[in-house]
Every structure is written in C-alpha cells, then in structure tokens.
C-alpha cells in the first residue's frame, strides 16, 4: 500500500505541475485526445505479451506537459494497464514515469504496481532513451531495478532501433541485447477527409531469439 500510495501522489503531483506550468504560461489549452490502435501482435522491448491486440489510449496535454493512460487488450486474454506523465523540453529532453499495472491483483495493492522512470533525447535523426523501475512489485513481475535503454536513428522512410536491458527484460534477468528491429509508417487514404494510419515492425530478439513482424492500425 505505501508503493501505491507513492505512485498515487507522484501522477497526483505530475497533474498539479502540469495545471501550474500551465497557468505560469498565461493559461495554455489543454488539450484532450483519445484513440486505438490494432496490432497483430503485441511487442513491448523485444517480447511478445500476446497476438492480436486492441490499445486504447487517453491523454491530457498542455504545453509540453502531458497525463495519460494506455492500455492493451490481447485477444488470448492478457491485459495491460499504465498510467503515464511527462515533460518535453525544446531542445529535445524527455522526462517522465509510467506506472505499469496488469490486471488479476488487486488495483490498490502497491505490489501490482512496476514503477518507471523514463528518459529520452533526440537530436536531428539520433534518438536515445533509458528506463529504471524503482520498487519492488511482485504481483507486476518486476523485483526492481529493471533497465532498459535504446538507441534509435531515423531514415527517410523508416527507424532502425536497437535495446538492451535486464531484470523482466530478458530471460535470465541478466543484461542483454534483447531488441533489435526496423519500423516504418504510412498513412492509408480512405477519402478525401478520412485517412487510416498504419504501421509495420520487423523485430528480432537475440537474447530469447524470437522474430516478430506485426503490423499496426490506428484509429
């Protein structure tokens, strides 16, 4: 209960900042989106959690603030639900924490809770990102101190990426390359005011050596 209690007041405070900043810079919409994407497969660092699956997403946005929840539901039964918050700063940082809950525990037991922080940087067509959970939570899978980093580079029409990481990452929980893949997107016209987007992924992990290709649509 205290981990969930520190999570709670974490996003409770992200909200708090992001009103704050927002008002601090003469009251900036927010703004609210939603949307679902469609995956043949769900991938997440290299490991496939289920088939086909539906993501929904919800976020709230101002400025360079942003709160949300994403989901996943797989066709076999596995579900996913995480909470999110985030600062994007001009010059290409990102800051965040993601709470990762999957549902069968108990929603308020601190223990189904694997929390995350989240780090990335981008310049021109360079990207790197790094992941550090923070606590203990059996009931998620996590004994804390997971790891995770990635590097990425743009092309014209697609992005090469590759990951490594330890803990619920790979196999052993030991460091590993575990993610090493090229996506690409493009947005499919239905008509003149309606256009679908798509997204396809080639995947290989060396670590548990599986090969994925799975394709996205969003809506």
Known sequence: M??????????VLAAVLMLTASEATKAQDVEVSTGVDLYSTYVFRGVAYDGPSWQPAVEVSSGSFAIGAWGS?????????????????????????????????????????????????EQDAFS?????????????GSAGGDMYFELGYSLDQADIFVGAGDGWHS?????????????????????????????????????????????????
């Open 2 to 11: 205290k981990t969930f209690n520190k999570i709670s007041s974490l996003f």
């Open 73 to 121: 539901q797989g066709y076999t039964g596995f579900q996913e639900m995480d909470l999110y918050a985030g600062y994007s700063f001009d010059f290409g940082l990102y800051l965040g924490v993601t709470d990762y809950y999957y549902p069968g525990s108990q929603y308020l037991d601190g223990d189904s809770h694997a929390f995350e922080i989240n780090a990335g940087f």
């Open 128 to 140: 790197v990102a790094g992941n550090f959970i923070v606590n203990e939570a059996t009931n998620a």
């Open 171 to 219: 196999t052993t929980g030991d460091f590993a390359l575990v993610n090493i893949g090229i996506g690409t997107s493009k947005d499919i016209v239905i008509t003149d005011t309606f256009t679908v987007p798509v997204s396809g992924a080639v995947v290989f992990n060396p670590d548990s050596e599986q090969f994925f290709v799975l394709v996205g649509l969003s809506f």
